[in-house]
């Protein structure tokens, strides 16, 4: 069974940078996608960012496009999320899925695939 760890959350002043990991073991992810998604009070979840393992794409929630960065470490099995130019807005829990899915703009995690979240808090 695959267990999915995240790690890097904390407290930033608007305009400031985070960076995520998200560590998953138990199988091998050679045709996965894996990625973040994250959940605000009262809101429902938000896909944020994924990365695919078999040929290199990536794909970005219109919300954080062209301030957060997805990348690989496939030593450790391990994705990164680099968060620059933070926002209040941006405030949430940030999940990692191990096995994402889309049709067209619309991503979905995999309901066996799931981290167990880490805070990101973004003040000005």
């Known amino acids: 069974q695959v267990h999915v760890v995240e790690s890097g959350g904390g407290s930033v002043q608007a305009g400031g940078s985070l960076r995520l990991s998200c560590a998953a073991s138990g199988r091998t992810f050679n045709d996965y996608t894996m990625g973040w998604f994250r959940r605000a009070p009262g809101k429902e979840r938000e896909f944020v960012a994924a990365?695919?393992?078999?040929?290199?794409?990536?794909y970005y929630g219109d919300s954080v496009k062209g301030r957060f960065t997805i990348s690989r470490d496939s030593a450790k099995n391990t994705v990164l999320l680099q968060m620059n130019s933070l926002e209040p807005e941006d405030t949430a829990v940030y999940y990692c899925?191990?096995?994402?899915?889309?049709?067209?703009?619309?991503?979905?995690?995999?309901?066996?695939?799931w981290g167990q979240g880490t805070q990101v808090t973004v003040y000005s």
């Open positions: 899925n191990a096995d994402i899915s889309n049709v067209g703009s619309y991503f979905w995690g995999d309901y066996e695939s």
């Open positions: 990365f695919n393992w078999s040929d290199g794409s990536t």
